[in-house]
T-cell receptor, first 118, second 112 residues
């Protein structure tokens, strides 16, 4: 299994509080992604990173920020959590994005973080 | 824009074949993938196919690609209860700004 961990695995918080989720990899992959998964919406990309300090927005980035100060860590911050951000959050990593051979673009997923905002 | 569509649910009996379908809109897509998500876990790559191929077989899995109709299918032979999961279709789009586009996932239930 690819070495990806997410912490915490479960969190319950209150509306208006800041929350930070951490993704840690030991594979030295260039690309890291944060997704949220909700029933009926599949996987939606929040933000992704293509290198240290290089990040870009996904399709549902409002209310979220990210930082990547080291290759191995990608942090997702909910600046002021809302109930609509209750979800399961997945981190993924990949060596490439859209170039090279198919397996170069394979995304490896972490186990997920279940976040509940009350 | 690019889109990938899948039916949301499929129910089969153990031992039967399952066929999960996917349609996509980007005619310049390069690769198409099938990922599997077991309950409580992240996604894992199951198989992939180049956009210039018609078929790929890998043990119990057969992937068929109809590029003209932009239709992709995943057939699982002799479906087992352990195959119960959500199956996601995804494509790498073509052009200069390549990205991975996900379908919503098909939930496969295998009944004994």
């Amino acid at each position: 299994d690819a070495g990806i961990t997410q912490s915490p695995r479960h969190k319950v918080t209150e509306t208006g509080t800041p929350v930070t989720l951490r993704c840690h990899q030991t594979e030295n992959h260039r690309y890291m992604y944060w997704y949220r998964q909700d029933p009926g919406h599949g996987l939606r990309l929040i933000h992704y990173s293509y290198g240290v300090k290089d990040t870009d927005k996904g399709e549902v980035s409002d209310g979220y920020s990210v930082s990547r100060s080291k290759t191995e860590d990608f942090l997702l911050t909910l600046e002021s959590a809302t109930s609509s951000q209750t979800s399961v959050y997945f981190c993924a990593i990949s060596p490439g994005q859209g170039t090279g051979q198919p397996l170069y673009n394979e995304q490896f997923f972490g186990p997920g973080t279940r976040l509940t905002v009350l | 824009g690019e889109d990938v569509e899948q039916s949301l649910f499929l129910s089969v009996r153990e031992g039967d074949s399952s066929v999960i379908n996917c349609t996509y809109t980007d005619s310049s897509s390069t690769y198409l993938y099938w990922y599997k998500q077991e309950p409580g876990a992240g996604l894992q790559l199951l198989t992939y196919i180049f956009s210039n191929m018609d078929m790929k077989q890998d043990q119990r899995l057969t992937v068929l690609l109809n590029k003209k109709d932009k239709h992709l299918s995943l057939r699982i032979a002799d479906t087992q209860t352990g195959d119960s999961a959500i199956y996601f279709c995804a494509e790498i789009t073509g052009g200069n700004n390549r990205k991975l586009i996900w379908g919503l996932g098909t939930s496969l239930a295998v009944n004994p």
